[in-house]
């Protein structure tokens, strides 16, 4: 693929760190910092989802499908690392920040082969350690960079992330009954819901001026409707843990595309990217 050029992506983890991709998606290759930022923007946002793909395989929801990407999750996972290890020119901070995430990285791929109802909780908190650690990653990143800022971008990879944590929490909930009863969970979802919807009109302002970007909103809030009512349903049937579990991927599919959209990436090149359920 094609590198993608005057990538403007400074502020996505600003942006995203009040919450707390291939990813199947092809990815642009790591040029200049911007770029290592994208990346580290969706190696967390994969992350979230391959502990979210754990869920859904120890729950049974699409059971094979949920294997098949989950192995493509983590491939991508380490595709990304070995983008990041590779910069050139890393700062200290940046090369101790890499390096706490490489650790935390490797303690979640190795621990996801073996969740079950018994350590999804124990998970859990290792999910939310590396994606500290990843945060902390992109701190280090943006304060090196000499790009500009997309508002767009950041807000696009923040929906991505919030659509993914969603649905982890509620697919914990299923699996680990005991997590029901935990007010922190419940905070965190209502949260994330607030900040969903919030987002999505910050987004639509952000994309009144141009039709592609404007259109790909709409597409997204539409399949918010659908999502927020099985978020919301009091029965957690396998039918509505299947569409949490599925539309969390749509909803994040089109953030990721906005992103790449805003960069001029042509649209044909992320129709072959799609997660694959």
């Given amino acids: 693929m094609p590198p993608i050029l005057n990538i403007k992506f400074v502020a996505v983890i600003s942006l995203m760190l009040c919450i707390d991709s291939r990813a199947a998606f092809s990815k642009p290759p790591i040029a200049n910092t911007g770029g290592s930022l994208l990346t580290a923007g969706i190696c967390r946002i994969e992350s979230e989802r391959s502990y979210k793909l754990s869920l859904q395989i120890a729950l049974g929801i699409l059971g094979d499908q949920a294997r098949r990407e989950l ?135 952000e994309a009144e001026s141009d039709k592609q970007l ?21 029965t957690n049937s396998t039918n509505d843990l299947r569409n949490i579990s599925t539309t969390s991927d749509r909803i994040a599919e089109q953030m990721i595309e906005l992103v790449y959209l805003s960069n001029s990436m042509p649209i044909d090149k992320m129709n072959t990217a799609r997660w694959q359920y």
């Fill in 71 to 205: 192995d493509r999750s983590i491939a991508s996972i380490s595709r990304m690392r070995q983008e990041l290890n590779g910069l050139n020119d890393k700062s200290a901070k940046t090369a101790k920040a890499l390096t706490r995430a490489n650790s935390a990285l490797t303690d979640q791929v190795d621990s996801l082969p073996k969740l079950t109802a018994a350590n999804a909780s124990v998970m859990y908190d290792v999910n939310e350690d590396l994606l500290n650690k990843l945060n902390f990653l992109s701190f280090s990143l943006e304060a090196e960079s000499s790009e500009g800022s997309s508002r767009l971008a950041a807000l696009a990879l923040r929906q991505a992330s919030l659509a993914q944590r969603m649905a982890k929490i509620i697919l914990l909930r299923s699996l680990d009954k005991s997590m029901v009863s935990k007010q922190g969970l419940q905070v965190d979802l209502n949260q994330s819901r607030i900040e969903f919807k919030n987002g999505l009109d910050l987004l639509t302002a």
């Fill in 214 to 234: 404007k259109a790909r909103v709409e597409v997204a809030r539409g399949q918010w409707l659908f999502y927020e009512t099985a978020l919301v349903s009091m």
